[in-house]
Structure formats: structure tokens, C-alpha cells
């Protein structure tokens, strides 16, 4: 079964950057869509942005567009969440989540077959 790992999740101030990634192991991340979830404190987990299989479709929440971006190198079975210009409504942990994909081109917040234990991202003064 697949196994992901999250990391890069620290106190940043406002306006910095952080780059989390998502490792996987025991299986390949080929076949997988990958979602970056969230969850702040007191409030409901959100899909934050999402990758097709392949790379090639992408996909963010209105709060982070043009601020995050989300990338991965399958043959390093590893995807990534680049997040600058960070502000305390970005606080949250961070998870990473796997959606096997039977056909690329797509991706979606619904669904998840595997997650993350995530990653705590703190920003504050």
C-alpha cells in the first residue's frame, strides 16, 4: 500500500515562503492523482490544490491561486507544494493525499485512497 510523508511545514512570517513535499513509498505514485489538503485550527479540512497523474492538469482553491503551486517528479515519487507569499489564514496543517487515476487529465478533492499524517505550517509574526 501506498505510503505518504509530508515535510517543510514551520513557523514562517508573513509574506515568506515555504515548499512542502509529499514523499510516497511502497508503491508508485504514477498511477495517482495528488491533493494537498488543509485544516486550521477550529475549521473543516479543505481541498487546497490538486495534480493530475501526469502533470498536466492543475487545479487550486480561489484563496491560494497564484500564490501556491503544486508540482511532482514521478521518478522521484514525490510531489510538492511551493506556497509564497504566505499569510496567517494559510495556517493550517497541511496534508498530502493519493487518488488512483485509471486515465490521466484530471483530478478532484473527493475520494482519497491514501493519506498523509501532515505537516504543520505556522504563519505568524
Known amino acids: 500500500q501506498l505510503q505518504l510523508v509530508e515535510s517543510g511545514g514551520e513557523l514562517v512570517q508573513p509574506g515568506g515562503s515555504l515548499r512542502l513535499t509529499c514523499a510516497a513509498s511502497?508503491?508508485?505514485?504514477?498511477?495517482?492523482?495528488i491533493v494537498w489538503f488543509r485544516q486550521a485550527p477550529g475549521k473543516e479540512r479543505e481541498g487546497v490544490s490538486c495534480i493530475s497523474r501526469d502533470g498536466d492538469i492543475t487545479n487550486y482553491q480561489d484563496s491560494v491561486k497564484g500564490r501556491f503551486t503544486i508540482s511532482r517528479d514521478n521518478a522521484k515519487n514525490t510531489a510538492y507544494l511551493q506556497m509564497n507569499n504566505l499569510n496567517p489564514e494559510d495556517t493550517a496543517v497541511y496534508f498530502c493525499?493519493?487518488?488512483?487515476?485509471?486515465?490521466?487529465?484530471?483530478?478532484?478533492?473527493?475520494?482519497?485512497?491514501?493519506w498523509g499524517k501532515g505537516t504543520l505550517v505556522t504563519v505568524s509574526s
Open positions: 493525499a493519493a487518488d488512483w487515476a485509471i486515465v490521466g487529465g484530471w483530478c478532484t478533492y473527493s475520494g482519497m485512497d491514501y
Open positions: 511502497r508503491a508508485s505514485l504514477d498511477h495517482y492523482n
